[in-house]
């Protein structure tokens, strides 16, 4: 074998961690609705949302991630802490990755896996939805919702049962703005449904198990695979930058008349909409990757629904906690 120069593999180095992401697309996305809705959000709710989730059971480790001491401004760390409460949920999922019998107590306490999402079984015939009933329930996300919108709404719940609704308010209502949270398509394939879009692969039929990529993957990463970060930027730069970019394209002022704080059902509704329309497009072909075009569209609509989310959510705090917390 050939001698490989300083260079040569220097480079060979880097490819290999760029083709890693430094950051899973749970993160990016949940991550981006926590900073818009931060945006929306008043001095006094952003103050509440944040002394209430420093109150968290400590078991949960939600009141951990809070540095109250650094180099950043105290905006910042507290903005960098809500944004990080929005991938909560799927923190303590992995809490059973790591060994340790505390560990599995907290996840076995914590991690709710059909929390994420709400699927309507249906249907698609001739290009048009076909709703179907008699499937088991799809997931709990929209009545856990209206749940935690009633435990933070209810002046007798304890501050630390509300951190831990603030922190599934956040996570679930960014999972259901995903389309494929809210879908399990009926085919002759998948009689059951096709659990959000998992069972429909887009790599070709005898790829080893290990290289399969399908549709629910191609919907939840796609952010961090069509906005690459630049060398040398850090995560909140990179989130920030992409976050700005999402507001521009879908200002506040455009989705406004749409917010519809509270009607859960309807935010799961709109989202299952572009199921039929958008994600299971004529063009769209099983094993085979989306097109370009197909991609660009997908893209659009990712952001339209991150901000739509991250809208929906800030608005929904402030409505709860823009109060003094003496005038309670
Ligand atoms: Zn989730």
Redo the contacts with the bound molecule.
Sequence with gaps: MKKLSKKVIYVLISAILLAVPAFAW?DVGHKITGYIAWQRMSPQARENVIRILRTAPEDSTLGIYYQPYGVESDDVRKLEYFMLVATW??IVRDFGAESGFRNEVRQRKYHRSNW?YDDIFWKQVDGKVELLTGFPEGGQGVPKLKEFDAVLRNPSSRSSEKAIAIAWLM?IGG?LHQPLHTSGRVTDKEPKGDQGGNLFQLTPEGTPRAQQVNLHWFWDSIVNRNVSIKPGMCERDYLESVAKKMIKANPFSSLQAGLKLGQYDEWQKESFAYDNTVVFSPDLKRNQMPSKQYTKKAFKLAERQLAMAGYRLGETLNAIFNVSPTAK
């Design positions: 749970d949920a799927d994420h996570h999972d």
